[in-house]
């Protein structure tokens, strides 16, 4: 690889964290990591690790230890905190975090104002979370990751069902990353044709796939962190291509093709069906309801704010330089007007098509 992100910072050292670390330092898309967690020991011991990985490996990505601060001058940053809580959700369950991590991501997010480098999300409710850092710090390139993984999941389930290889088939899912996603079936294609797609059997085991993983190793965390140097090589530059990533798309943020050219984010919609029109704004309509309750949610202070002891919070990430009122964006979202992207897309307009009838 000859082009390298010159650094790269992730926030967050627990199960995703550490393995969107690890893929950064295997990888080699990077010259130096600065990792920050709850504590300072914990980053230290992360960064430790990861650099005998790097001595083993022969890479040349340097990890360290740092403060939220000190992430300010990276090209990249990686949000990956998730707050103490136990999710006893059966359906639904990725919005379970949604009240316990908007307060920590306002906290942090503030802290990023006039950031100029690219951020990319991983906390859930993804598309959420993704939205409210934009909205918070003011930053124009923040994208969430979530649906970029949803359709890895769905190019491998739908090449097992038809028994081909995974890179015959060309397809996405959009939408929310949780239960409101949406499988652009009319749009697959599988060795350059049109096939009837199972839908029931993608769906069910899209659904299921995320929660017999847990089940097994306690979180998901090799997908998520393949989705994240995937996203990180687009945005960044190293390579051109797209990816689905959760963007301001009309009034909500969501999961759609996002092409990348020398880091220019454009939208890069595939043709919908009638039904799937629907479906999408229907996601939006359930994020736009869910972000309005987030939205409302106050900061977590951080410890320097506070006026007396506290127990220690989920993220004490230490010394915060708040910005002033009259400094913070007052715009509700970063998104422009409705309909547009401040990721330099175009707006976006759901091209309806008929097709031939698919199983549902």
Known sequence: MTTRVPAVGVIGTGAVGQAVSIALVASGVCGRLL????????????????????????????????????LRNCAAVVVAVRAAFTNTRTDDVRMAGAGVNAPLIRSLAARFVGYQGTVLVVTNPVDLMTRLWADVSGCSRVFGVGSGL??????????RLLDVATAEVSGHVIGEHGTAHVVCASSTAVGGRSLPIPLRQIREELTARPGRISAGIGRTRCGPAGAVLSALRLACGVEDGTVELSVPCGEAWLGVPVRFTRGRAGLSMPSLNAAEVRQLEAAGSKLCAAYRAVRSLPMQPLPSERQEPLPRTPYAWGPQTRPSPSSRPSAPSPAGRPGTSAHGGRPLKYRRRTSTAVPR
């Open 35 to 70: 990792v920050t967690s709850r504590t300072a020991g914990h980053a230290a011991a992360l960064a430790d690790d990861l650099d005998d990985m790097r001595t083993a490996l022969g890479t040349p990505v340097r990890p360290a230890a740092a403060d939220v601060e000190q």
């Open 150 to 159: 949803d359709t890895a999941r769905y190019r491998l389930t739908l090449a």
